[in-house]
Structures are given as C-alpha cells and as structure tokens.
T-cell receptor, first 114, second 111 residues
Framework: EDQVTQSPEALRLQEGESSSLNCSYT??????LFWYRQDPGKGPEFLFT???AGEEKEKERLKATLTKKESFLHITAPKPEDSATYLC???????????????FGRGTQLTVWP | AAGVIQSPRHLIKEKRETATLKCYPI?????VYWYQQGPGQDPQFLIS???????DKGSIPDRFSAQQFSDYHSELNMSSLELGDSALYFC??????????FGSGTRLTVV
C-alpha cells in the first residue's frame, strides 16, 4: 500500500533558524513527489515536483531533495511569512498515462516566530 | 495566470440535504480531481476524470457522485448529508505535462 509519512508533525523555528522537513514514502514505482504549502482554510499551493533520486529544486528560501525512500524540504533563514503547513504527496507510476491520484502525508505545521 | 476556480467557497447544509460543488479547471487541463480534507487531516482522494470520463475512484461514499461536463467543468453532488461530511473539498486539475494545481476549496458545514 502506498504510504507517506512526514516528520516532525510540528516545528517551531526562530526567524533565521534553518531546518529541514522530512517526507518518507513507500510507493509501487514513484512517478513524482510533490511538495505543497497550505495556509489555514486554503487550498494546497504547489511548490515543487521531484521525479528521480538525486534531483533537487530550489525556490527562494526552500530547497527540495529526493532519495529513493525520502524527500527533504530545507528551509534556509525562514521568515514569519513561511509559517504554514507543508504537505508532501506521492504519485505512483502504475496509474496509466494520465497523472493519477496523490497520496498525501499528514503535513508538518511550521511556525516561524520573529 | 488562470487558476482552478471552485464555487461556492462556503456552504452550510442541514443533515439529509443535498449539496452540489462546482469546479472549473485551468484551461486546457484535461484531468480533474476531487479531494476531501477533514479537520486536521490530510487530503483524501475521492474521484477523478480524464477527458470527461471517470478515470479513477477513491474513498468516495455511494451518496456522492460526480461528473465532468463538455466544457470540462466538474460537479460533485453529495446527497443525504451527514455531520461527518463537514470538510474542505478541493478540486485540482492537471495535464499530462504539468503537475497538480489545486483550487481554494469549498468549506462544507453540515449542521
């Protein structure tokens, strides 16, 4: 069964204190691993898609990396506006030619205080 | 850039009533997905459509049905509503070349 586990569940950082969020996954053939940011009561906002082990992507203070079993979202010098829930999701390869369903983790609730 | 549009944003219904949620995907996106997110929970896949045909089905109750129309918009119909159906309902769209884009969601409250 496809599974996604995120850790920690909650993380409090002081502004400027860098850290990493973890996403461990078990999937029968990975088609893609997605990172989203979600603010309370809003839809997930797309951050990154990673497709193969060793791939890295960056956007402002965020950097996502992927291995065969897990992904990390590194946050460098975070600011209070980075406070949100960060969701990881995987898509299995054996879902036909179209993009299929995503399996989500429970998310990491990040709070950055000044 | 155009995003995924969902309506209504908020909906309050009584138990046993019926609700209809609408989703307008990004233009030229050929696949629409519906997810349900309960309080403090991760989004759970309900159903998807590719080129107006159902392409995948997840943990969607029999009381729920959905379809995609000729203009590619989709509707999620929910009947005999229960208190446990209270949740955020998200629609997402994609093409074979681009990842998911989610809408802002519809918050359904069943009282």
């Amino acid at each position: 069964e496809d599974q996604v586990t995120q850790s920690p569940e909650a993380l409090r950082l002081q502004e400027g204190e860098s850290s990493s969020l973890n996403c461990s996954y078990t999937v029968s053939g990975l088609r893609g691993l997605f990172w989203y940011r979600q603010d309370p009561g809003k839809g997930p906002e797309f951050l990154f898609t990673l497709y193969s082990a060793g791939e890295e992507k960056e956007k402002e203070r965020l950097k996502a990396t992927l291995t065969k079993k897990e992904s990390f979202l590194h946050i460098t010098a975070p600011k209070p506006e980075d406070s949100a829930t960060y969701l990881c999701a995987v898509q299995a390869a054996d879902r036909g030619s179209t993009l299929g369903r995503l399996y989500f983790g429970r998310g990491t609730q990040l709070t950055v205080w000044p | 850039a155009a995003g995924v549009i969902q309506s209504p944003r908020h909906l309050i219904k009584e138990k046993r009533e019926t609700a209809t949620l609408k989703c307008y995907p990004i233009p030229r996106h050929d696949t629409v997905y519906w997810y349900q997110q309960g309080p403090g929970q991760d989004p759970q896949f309900l159903i998807s459509f590719y080129e107006k045909m159902q392409s995948d089905k997840g943990s969607i109750p029999d009381r729920f049905s959905a379809q995609q129309f000729s203009d590619y918009h989709s509707e999620l119909n929910m009947s005999s509503l229960e208190l446990g159906d209270s949740a955020l309902y998200f629609c997402a769209s994609s093409t074979s070349n681009y990842g998911y884009t989610f809408g802002s969601g519809t918050r359904l409250t069943v009282v």
